[in-house]
């Protein structure tokens, strides 16, 4: 199984920054990297696949990069509405699998 | 715009059998695949498996041996059936679409979930 490891766990930041997040595969997984956002007591919301391609109707503030086994997913200038948690997934391999989480927090 | 809805029993004890059903508006099943996924309290998200609309499934290796899905194409449902259950199968268990294709890998993603049941194993 394909260990995928977010950091930081938590990121604390105002309105206005800029946020970077980071997903590491435990095996080369190519662009097969997918991120989500999840706020408390909702299903997850795709955000990008593919590694680099905004999901329909995702704001260009967030974009990704990466391939083999590093990757980012970075938000441009924070909303209010953007403080959630997020999860980068691979679909490389069976079974795909979730990092553990990062928690964007208001500072 | 489909819509998905889980239900099932909110509590089900040790040892016992957890049946979900996702019932899907908005849009058919036919034609797409289907995903179960499922999050323990406080916790991060765990793929169960995903089924075709003609009836193929695979399933995460960890639950193969206790999980089956199966779909109900004219009432537009698909099923969960998870056997033997104990307190680390609580979680909240979603449904999704698989309706995003990713043509440069040729891989099916989710594009649209149902908001999740929540179901306790506990006696």
Same mark, same amino acid.
């Given at each position: 199984?394909?260990?995928?490891?977010? /950091?930081?766990?938590? %990121?604390?930041?105002? #309105?206005?920054?800029?946020?970077?997040?980071?997903?590491?595969?435990?095996?080369?997984?190519? $662009?097969?990297?997918?991120?989500?956002?999840?706020?408390?007591? +909702?299903?997850?919301?795709?955000?990008?696949?593919?590694?680099? $391609?905004?999901?329909?109707?995702?704001?260009?503030?967030?974009?990704?990069?990466?391939?083999?086994?590093?990757?980012?997913? $970075?938000?441009?200038?924070?909303?209010?509405?953007?403080?959630?948690?997020?999860?980068?997934?691979?679909?490389?391999?069976?079974?795909?699998?979730?990092? +553990?989480?990062?928690?964007?927090?208001?500072? | 715009?489909?819509?998905? +809805?889980?239900?099932?029993?909110?509590?089900?004890? #040790?040892?016992?059998?957890? /049946?979900?059903?996702?019932?899907?508006? @908005?849009?058919?099943?036919?034609?797409?695949?289907?995903?179960?996924?499922?999050?323990? #309290? @406080?916790?991060? %998200?765990?793929?169960?498996?995903?089924?075709?609309?003609?009836?193929?499934?695979?399933?995460? #290796?960890?639950?193969?041996?206790?999980?089956?899905?199966? %779909?109900?194409?004219?009432?537009?449902?698909?099923?969960?059936?998870?056997?033997?259950?104990?307190?680390?199968?609580?979680?909240?268990?979603?449904?999704?679409?698989?309706?995003?294709?990713?043509?440069?890998?040729?891989?099916?993603?989710?594009?649209?979930?149902?908001?999740?049941? %929540?179901? $306790?194993?506990?006696?």
């Amino acid at each position: 199984e394909t260990e995928m490891t977010q /950091s930081p766990v938590t %990121l604390s930041a105002t #309105p206005g920054e800029r946020a970077t997040l980071s997903c590491r595969a435990s095996q080369a997984v190519s $662009t097969y990297v997918e991120w989500y956002q999840q706020k408390p007591g +909702q299903a997850p919301r795709p955000l990008i696949y593919g590694a680099s $391609t905004r999901a329909t109707g995702v704001p260009a503030r967030f974009s990704g990069s990466g391939s083999g086994t590093e990757f980012t997913l $970075t938000i441009s200038s924070l909303q209010s509405e953007d403080f959630a948690v997020y999860y980068c997934q691979q679909y490389y391999v069976w079974p795909r699998t979730f990092g +553990q989480g990062t928690k964007v927090e208001a500072k | 715009q489909v819509q998905l +809805q889980e239900s099932g029993p909110g509590l089900v004890k #040790p040892s016992e059998t957890l /049946s979900l059903t996702c019932s899907v508006s @908005g849009g058919s099943i036919k034609n797409y695949y289907w995903g179960w996924i499922r999050q323990p #309290p @406080g916790k991060g %998200l765990e793929w169960i498996g995903w089924i075709y609309y003609t009836g193929t499934t695979k399933y995460s #290796p960890a639950l193969e041996s206790r999980v089956t899905f199966s %779909l109900d194409t004219p009432n537009n449902q698909l099923s969960l059936k998870l056997i033997s259950v104990t307190a680390a199968d609580t979680a909240v268990y979603y449904c999704a679409r698989l309706g995003h294709f990713d043509e440069g890998r040729g891989r099916y993603s989710p594009d649209s979930w149902g908001q999740g049941t %929540l179901v $306790t194993v506990s006696s």
